[in-house]
């Protein structure tokens, strides 16, 4: 809203209309100016602070379903994912402040990203042929841990 509000005065301001339209354009351009710099500090204020470094983690993940080789069938094929965290724990917030041991989870199919969740069971679609599934436990952040918490199935679908 701030830049986008910025914006909308400056066309109002220089619209060179007298009145209405330039009390209008200067409380529009305030108010965009207000909301940019809430948006910009407020978090700081509020204790975020930047992380220069990622945070450890000692979670293990480890992928339960599909096991490694296993073959769907369908065009695309619906693939249940389940797996198993130890150690951590998924939250449903994100958040600047890094905490080791809690985040959430990533999966990946052939290196794109398909789900971004908090449970540890989930679907994932794909076409026939031979596929990775690459699951992530990420921090808060969505940033990964150091070092990363990544586990990897092979599997395939048939038509």
């Given at each position: 809203?701030?830049?986008?509000?910025?914006?909308g005065a400056f066309a109002l301001l220089r619209d060179r209309q007298r009145g209405g339209r330039r009390i209008g354009g200067i409380a529009l351009g305030a108010?965009?100016?207000?909301?940019?710099l809430v948006a910009?500090?407020?978090?700081f204020l509020?204790?975020?602070r930047p992380s220069l470094g990622r945070p450890s983690t000692t979670a293990r993940l480890e992928i339960v379903s599909p096991s490694p080789g296993q073959t769907f069938r369908g065009d695309p094929a619906r693939i249940p994912v389940t797996l198993r965290l130890e150690g951590g724990e998924v939250v449903p917030f994100t958040s600047f402040r890094l905490v080791p041991n809690t985040g959430h989870i990533?999966?990946?199919?052939?290196?794109?990203?398909?789900?971004?969740?908090t449970?540890?069971?989930s679907t994932v679609t794909a076409p026939p042929g031979s596929h990775e599934l690459v699951a992530?436990?990420?921090?808060?952040?969505?940033g990964?841990?150091?070092?990363p918490v990544r586990v990897t199935t092979p599997f395939s679908v048939t038509g």
């Open positions: 809203m701030g830049l986008g509000a910025i914006v108010l965009g100016a207000g909301c940019l910009t500090f407020l978090p509020l204790g975020a990533h999966l990946f199919v052939d290196g794109a990203v398909v789900s971004m969740t449970a540890l069971s992530e436990f990420v921090a808060v952040d969505h990964p841990f150091d070092p």
